[in-house]
């Protein structure tokens, strides 16, 4: 039992260790180099390790930067099995913007953002992706005449009454 977990805990640090050259590669924009180290430790931690998806979701976006549309399949894979990293998720919205999925893209940054709300990267995302508020009635379009005026009277009145804070 013993020698069991040892050779776990083993695999769990040398996956952790691949994954942390991944992330100086990836920062580095040596996609091709850190797809590999994301490889090996996606390859090396045991299918119960907690951070599987995680190492999955850092493969395919390197993926995807370094030119293999496959990775956003592997990172479609991870977001589908994961409730509690909400970086796999940043890392699903990252893959389907460099695809130009905007639409998957900003479903992945709510989804990743019910997770954890506080996430910087998603936050970050949010932003710079210019989020569209909700139409006023959402059972019309968003193009439709009415739905227009109510969106710029509601958003006047928004913008006036943060002014006067």
Same mark, same amino acid.
């Given at each position: 039992m013993a020698i069991s977990s040892s050779i776990s805990k083993t695999r769990e640090r040398r996956a952790r260790d691949e994954y942390q050259l991944g992330i100086a590669f990836f920062h580095k924009k040596q996609w091709r180099t850190a797809?590999?180290?994301?490889?090996?430790?996606?390859?090396?931690?045991?299918?119960? #390790?907690?951070?599987?998806?995680?190492?999955?979701?850092?493969?395919?976006v390197s993926l995807v930067y370094s030119? #293999?549309?496959?990775?956003?399949?592997?990172?479609?894979?991870?977001?589908?099995?994961?409730?509690? #990293?909400?970086?796999?998720?940043?890392?699903?919205?990252?893959a389907e913007l460099k695809l130009r999925h905007r639409k998957r893209a900003c479903g992945a940054v709510k989804r990743g953002l019910m997770i954890d709300p506080k996430h910087r990267g998603l936050l970050?995302?949010?932003?710079?992706?210019?989020?569209?508020?909700?139409?006023?009635?959402?059972?019309?379009?968003?193009?439709?005449?009415?739905?227009?005026?109510?969106?710029?009277?509601?958003?006047?009145?928004?913008?006036n009454a943060v002014a006067r804070r």
């Open positions: 797809t590999r180290h994301f490889s090996q430790a996606e390859h090396k931690c045991s299918r119960d #390790d907690v951070h599987l998806q995680c190492y999955k979701a850092w493969h395919g030119g #293999d549309v496959s990775g956003l399949n592997l990172c479609r894979h991870a977001a589908a099995n994961e409730n509690i #990293d909400a970086t796999v998720f940043q890392n699903l919205a990252l970050k995302l949010h932003k710079n992706m210019g989020a569209r508020r909700q139409p006023c009635l959402v059972f019309l379009d968003r193009n439709n005449p009415l739905n227009k005026w109510l969106g710029k009277v509601t958003y006047r009145r928004a913008k």
